[in-house]
């Protein structure tokens, strides 16, 4: 860059910029100064000031300091030309400090400054000035269209510029609603401009050109009342993003829909579309970060969170360089989101600028509102990306941040040992240099076999060479100096699973060991491998009989499908199932294998699990259908074998691909029937009867639901072998069918009445047949009926009851039998007209159904009488405990004579006091207690007791009278050895305290008792006196201090409390109180005050002498008379 052609600021703004294609071409030494009558100026021009060969050493700044390790993700470069002349600038030529930047496409770049000038670069080279808009204030926000052909710049005093980028004509100047706020950023949608301003309002700038003339409309997007915006982001001319202190809000054709942001509400957030998916906006403030997914469907808008993560720091920009997500952080670091998070860039160095005054408001006078004032610490003033490169601006210059080479990074993670860092990077590489750097770094792995000991790093080796196509160095180098560990051979075992192998397949040698070593430590992994990889890299021999050697019967039959299909599969492991190995996880036999073979054959799918061709499928499951029920030569069908090894997994095999074909399409109806006719014959040969019911629920189940038709021969074999299996599962199973039958062929139901001659069929049966009476008394045969079957009739009861009033007549000589079923549902079908069997069906009931049954008949209110009398006789022998609750809580339920009965007779003891006070034998019920406490071993029961009985005297003290509230005082205050002091101070409305003390206390507890709460009431009474007297004092105080006098000293001495008058000699207290003098005067007053000590004897007040009357003669005196002129 040659810096002595760059043009002066004074000559770039007096010269007729629009003759002028480019600045390159203006030849300046034939600038006449005369002709443009350039005023003198001792100030030094732009390019003199550029063209110095002066640079202050402090101000210096070199790329050196930013040098990082060539790890690092990110390379950064310092803009050395520029900043050196924003410097230069700054200090002589009064440009004022650089507040904000943007770059544009081709290498333009421009820089404002604080006082209002522009800076415009191209390739580091200075093209224009423009210095004339001084009065505007700071710029505060740039912006470059697409193209790079426009620019806006926005001014602290409100004003939006727009400037055409090559030359710096300024082609419009626009006003956003007066000049009462500050431009705070603008920014492009489409050919549209933006402006946010320090009020929180979003303008929308519209230019045109009619006739020629250039023009702007300006309409307001979103009113800062609303809620002050403070960043906002586009995402192109119609769908606009914005973030308040409180919420996000999106903003497209005319509506607005919110989310509220996490976060402290005095941290700035930032906003920014994901560069992938335009639906995504990512937002952040403090130390959360989440992605919000954006949808918008006509007029409605939604917003909904994606994902939330929290950061290290808080990130104060956001911006997405190289298809990653950037963030600069409030340490000034500059971050990639993912897995290089955690390695920072650390750009301090360069002093990034902030447009914080901007936010507060010292470019505006002040007029900003307080939302500004509290997010405005840090906002970022000059960071901008394009074609992938961010400009970054500090107070000691300008970088430009973009990603690494990637093969630069790898190279050195290879050099300093980093090697899954560096695969990692080789697999998003992509060309020949990257495919040259993978070749080296194998052919060095094969002389240090080491490195593939760790699992990551061989797992990235092999993704290398399946994508570089490197199959012959993977096995013919790789393999033969690295087999031994152990962490390549499963990475390549997963490699061949995951079928990454399939195109370029290893040798049947190379196979045939790498199963063989797999089989070491990994043995499940080696049937995966086999099942996966193609017939050509495998040797069929070899491997069936390694496989076969070591139990690995999944292997087996991959090879044998691999061979001739799922069906030979099964033929193949037929032989060697062990039908004794019980199946499930622990089966060691080729069960668990037969059946996987089994589900790909009815799947339609290959060796392997691999799916076939769409037109192969059809046939494939033919055939599969076929050989599963094929015996052969001697050989049983594999369906035979896989009920006799696990028949719950067989049958689970056979439900799910009930709805598939073969059993879906035309003819899958006769294929299950075939399948249902196969099993019913199979399960003669099975001994455990679990298995059999297992077949039988299967059959009943597709019969039920409508999978097998009603086939008569079918239907038959299962009712002769519900016959003779005697269980509930098959009773069940055996309904199941009659349902079918009855809604399908209602006529043909009576006749397979008598087909099974049990209960619990015959029941369903006849209410099936509307035949409820018998269905009754065939219930009730049942000899253990289950949970389930108790649900049932209990449903059908109440069913016929809602239809048939008479049903519960019908039900009463069954109520008993019912009760002791099910008690709790028996209560509920019980009316008021069955009333009088409660007690009748109490009795005949045992002793736990009697309890229940009547806490039942409690809940609903149905309880009384002699169903009570019962109720409360089953508790006091079974539940002894709860009588007690059940007396207090249900005071008239029982009548309270026989309830005394009961418990005498019955017990318990501690409830018949309840029961002799409901009597109205109030002493009896207070010696009853007495006796339980005299009873009373423990001092936590006895001391209940107690309560309890003087709770009984509190309470039929005011009921009887005096006398015998006094007795039964006395009575418990003499046996009890400590009385709650509450219930003493009852007693003594009834006792006298002497005699309460004196007469009734035996107990020198209940004495000292009783004079403890005497002394307390007391003392309670003394000391409210003291407040009472204090507290008068002080308003006697307060009243005379305000009146500005004393108080006269009458009444009665304080100390012999006679009249002050009948002796000679006062001394005054505070408080308009005296003492005569010779009596002994407070020390001081109750309100605080100190008495005085001298005495004051003042001599009496002499009365006023009243003079007489004199007696005196009174004069009448007439006015004058005026004459008629009204003279006097």
């Keep these: 860059m040659d810096l002595l052609k760059t043009p002066s600021t004074q000559s770039l703004l007096d010269s007729d910029l629009e003759s002028v294609e480019s600045l390159q071409y203006v030849d300046f030494e034939e600038l006449d100064e005369v002709e443009y009558a350039l005023p003198t100026s001792e100030a030094p021009t732009l390019a003199e000031v550029l063209s110095s060969e002066e640079l202050e050493s402090e101000n210096k700044i070199s790329s050196s300091k930013f040098e990082e390790t060539t790890c690092s993700a990110l390379q950064v470069d310092f803009l050395q030309a520029i900043s050196q002349q924003l410097l230069q600038a700054q200090e002589r030529s009064s440009a004022g400090a650089a507040t904000t930047l943007s770059i544009g496409s081709n290498g333009r770049l421009t820089v404002g400054t604080a006082h209002g000038h522009l800076l415009s670069f191209h390739d580091q080279t200075l093209r224009w000035v423009c210095d004339s808009n001084g009065d505007n204030g700071a710029v505060t926000c740039l912006s470059y269209n697409h193209d790079g052909t426009r620019l806006l710049a926005g001014f602290a005093r409100g004003l939006v510029y727009q400037y055409e980028s090559i030359r710096g004509l300024i082609l419009r100047k626009v006003t956003l609603g007066g000049e009462l706020w500050g431009t705070l950023r603008v920014t492009w949608a489409g050919t549209s401009g933006l402006a946010l301003d320090t009020g929180g309002s979003v303008w929308l700038i519209r230019f045109s050109r009619p006739l020629g003339v250039r023009s702007a409309r300006v309409s307001c997007l979103f009113s800062g009342a609303r809620g002050e915006v403070v960043a906002m982001a586009a995402r192109d001319a119609r769908i606009l993003a914005l973030a308040t202190l409180s919420r996000v809000i999106i903003v497209a054709g005319g509506r607005a829909a919110g989310v509220r942001l996490d976060g402290p509400p005095d941290v700035l957030p930032v906003l920014e579309w994901c560069e992938l998916d335009n639906r995504i906006l990512v937002s952040a403030r403090a130390n959360i970060m989440q992605w919000l997914a954006v949808t918008i469907i006509g007029s409605s808008i939604s917003l909904r969170p994606v994902q939330r993560v929290e950061l290290k720091s808080t990130p104060i920009w956001l911006g997405w360089l190289g298809g990653s997500l950037t963030i600069f952080d409030s340490d000034e670091n500059l971050r990639f989101w993912g897995d290089d998070y955690d390695k920072p860039l650390d750009l301090s160095q360069i002093e990034p600028v902030y447009s914080s005054s901007f936010f507060k408001g010292h470019w505006t006078d002040g007029r900003v509102s307080q939302a500004m004032c509290k997010a405005g610490e840090s906002a970022l003033g000059g960071a901008c990306i394009s074609e992938g490169t961010l400009a970054l601006l500090g107070r000691r210059g ?294 059999r019911l297992e077949i039988l629920e299967f059959i009943a189940g597709q019969l039920s639901s409508g999978a097998l038709p009603l086939d008569h021969d079918l239907i038959k074999n299962m009712q002769e072998f519900v016959a003779t299996t005697d269980d509930e599962r098959s009773d069940r199973a055996w309904l199941m069918v009659l349902t079918r039958i009855r809604s399908q062929r209602d006529q043909m139901l009576a006749q397979y009445r008598d087909a099974i001659l049990r209960p619990r069929i015959l029941w369903r049966m006849d209410a099936m047949l509307d035949r409820h009476d018998e269905a009754l008394k065939e219930f009730f045969e049942i000899r253990n009926p289950s949970s389930k079957d108790i649900d049932e009739f209990f449903e059908h009861l109440r069913s016929r009851i809602e239809v048939d009033g008479e049903m519960r007549k019908r039900l009463k000589p069954y109520l008993s039998a019912l009760v002791e079923l099910r008690p709790r549902s028996a209560a509920a079908l019980l009316n008021d007209e069955c009333s009088d069997l409660i007690s009748t069906i109490l009795d005949s009931l045992s002793l736990k159904c009697k309890i229940e049954f009547g806490d039942c008949l409690l809940d609903t209110g149905r309880l009384r009488g002699d169903a009570a009398a019962i109720h409360l006789r089953a508790l006091c022998t079974h539940r002894p405990s709860d009588v007690k609750d059940f007396l207090i809580k249900n005071t008239g339920i029982v009548r309270p004579e026989d309830a005394l009965g009961i418990v005498k007779e019955l017990g318990p003891r501690d409830a018949e006091s309840i029961c002799l006070e409901a009597t109205g034998d109030h002493l009896g019920a207070l010696d009853a207690l007495l006796r339980s406490i005299s009873s009373s071993q423990d001092e936590e029961s006895k001391a209940a007791v107690v309560d309890e009985a003087s709770a009984l005297c509190a309470r039929v003290g005011p009921t009887v009278p005096t006398s015998m509230a006094a007795e039964m005082w006395t009575r418990l205050l003499r046996s009890a050895g400590s009385v709650p002091p509450p219930l003493l101070f009852e007693a003594i409305a009834y006792l006298p305290l002497e005699e309460l003390v004196v007469k009734t206390c035996d107990s020198p507890r209940v004495a000292a008792t009783i004079l403890s709460g005497g002394v307390t009431r007391k003392g309670v009474w003394q000391c409210t006196t003291r407040i009472v007297q204090r507290e008068a004092h002080e308003a006697l105080a307060r009243a005379l201090t305000v009146a500005r006098r004393g108080a006269a000293a009458r009444g009665l001495c304080r100390r012999c409390e006679r009249p002050l008058e009948s002796r000679s000699g006062v001394r005054t207290l505070h408080c308009g109180r005296a003492v005569h003098a010779d009596c002994e005067p407070e020390p001081q007053c109750a309100c605080g005050r100190r008495a005085p000590t001298e005495a004051l004897s003042l001599p009496p007040w002499p009365r006023r002498r009243t003079a007489l009357l004199h007696d005196a003669e009174l004069l009448l005196v007439a006015p004058p008379r005026p004459d008629l002129e009204g003279v006097v």
């Design 398 to 691: 300008v970088v430009r941040v973009k990603p690494r080479d990637l093969l630069a990074r790898a190279q050195s993670f290879i050099a300093t040992g980093r090697y899954s860092q560096a695969l990692r990077l080789l697999c998003s590489a992509q060309g020949v240099e990257a495919k040259k750097l993978v070749n080296e770094f194998i052919g060095n792995l094969a002389d240090r076999p080491h490195i593939l000991s760790n699992k990551n790093v061989a797992v990235q080796v092999v993704k290398l060479c399946h994508k570089y196509d490197f199959s012959d160095e993977l096995w013919n180098c790789l393999w033969e100096n690295c087999s031994g560990e152990q962490a390549f051979v499963e990475a390549l075992g997963d490699a061949a699973v995951r079928g990454e192998l399939s195109n370029k397949p290893p040798s049947p040698d190379f196979t045939q060991e790498l199963i063989e070593r797999l089989a070491e430590f990994e043995p499940d992994l080696v049937e995966r491998v086999v099942a996966s990889l193609p017939l050509t890299s495998l040797d069929p021999h070899r491997a069936s009989v390694f496989t076969r050697d070591r139990g690995l019967w999944r292997g087996v039959g991959a090879i044998a499908a691999a061979l001739d299909g799922c069906s030979g599969a099964m033929r193949e492991l037929v032989t060697f199932v062990d039908e004794a190995c019980g199946g499930g996880a622990t089966c060691a036999c080729a069960g668990g294998a037969l059946l996987l073979a089994a589900a790909d054959a009815l799947a339609g799918r290959g060796a392997g699990g691999r799916a076939l061709p769409a037109h192969a499928r059809p046939s494939a499951r033919h055939d599969a259908l076929h050989t599963l029920l094929a015996e052969e030569a001697g050989i049983r069908s594999p369906l035979r074998v896989l009920v006799a090894h696990d028949t719950s997994a067989a049958v689970r095999l056979l439900e799910q691909c009930s709805r598939e074909p073969p059993f879906a399409g035309p003819l899958g109806k006769q294929n299950r029937l075939r399948v249902a006719r196969a099993l019913l014959n199979y399960t003669k040969d099975l001994e455990e009867s679990e298995k």
